[in-house]
């Protein structure tokens, strides 16, 4: 669904991969995503915190890779396995070290974030001046509240224009 299905690629709604641009892709999986903006000719640099699916996503890619969790904030969190290894999801504190959002970003850079719902902390508390366009995969069974997801939805406006594919698919433009 990501490389074939361009889940996070949607040339209809006017938001694409293009060449030339640098993607953070945060929860890389094995980096199909990834994989694909080196095919349209953008670069990567990507983030992975499961040990498994970062040892594909390291041989997979040529861009930048990191075995990290990507949050609001520095920490060390816990990496709770998922029924699939794209369903892990970092709850509360562990061992793996979490880098804080903020510091990956670079001016003019592009962001996919899936990341089982801790992208919910991020949208309520992170700066998103440096992004072009972001594309974000919402977990609504993360947080079932249709307030929550409105005023993050408006928090978001602030910088981009959002357009959605589904209900947990948004697409993100600089205005």
């Not at 994989?35 to 041989?59: M, N």
């Not at 396995?81 to 504190?93: E, L, M």
């Not at 510091?103 to 003019?108: E, Q, R």
Request: aromatic share 10%; with cysteine; net charge neutral.
């Amino acid at each position: 669904e990501v490389y074939h299905g361009n889940q996070y690629h949607n040339r209809a709604m006017g938001f694409g991969i293009e060449k030339d641009d640098h993607w953070i892709d945060i929860g890389a999986h094995i980096g199909c995503f990834s994989k694909k903006v080196e095919y349209y000719g953008g670069s990567v640099t990507a983030y992975e915190p499961c040990p498994e699916s970062f040892s594909y996503l390291s041989k997979n890619i040529k861009g930048e890779v990191h075995n990290v969790a990507i949050g609001a904030h520095a920490d060390k969190v816990n990496l709770q396995k998922g029924s699939k290894s794209y369903f892990n999801k970092v709850n509360g504190k562990g061992s793996t070290t979490q880098l804080p959002f903020d510091s990956i970003l670079t001016d003019g850079c592009c962001v996919k974030m899936d990341i089982e719902g801790a992208e919910m902390d991020i949208i309520d508390k992170c700066d998103f001046s440096k992004i072009k366009k972001m594309v974000i995969a919402y977990h609504t069974n993360v947080d079932k509240s249709r307030d929550n997801l409105y005023n993050r939805v408006d928090r978001l406006r602030s910088w981009f224009n959002v357009q959605h594919q589904t209900l947990s698919i948004c697409f993100l433009m600089r205005l």
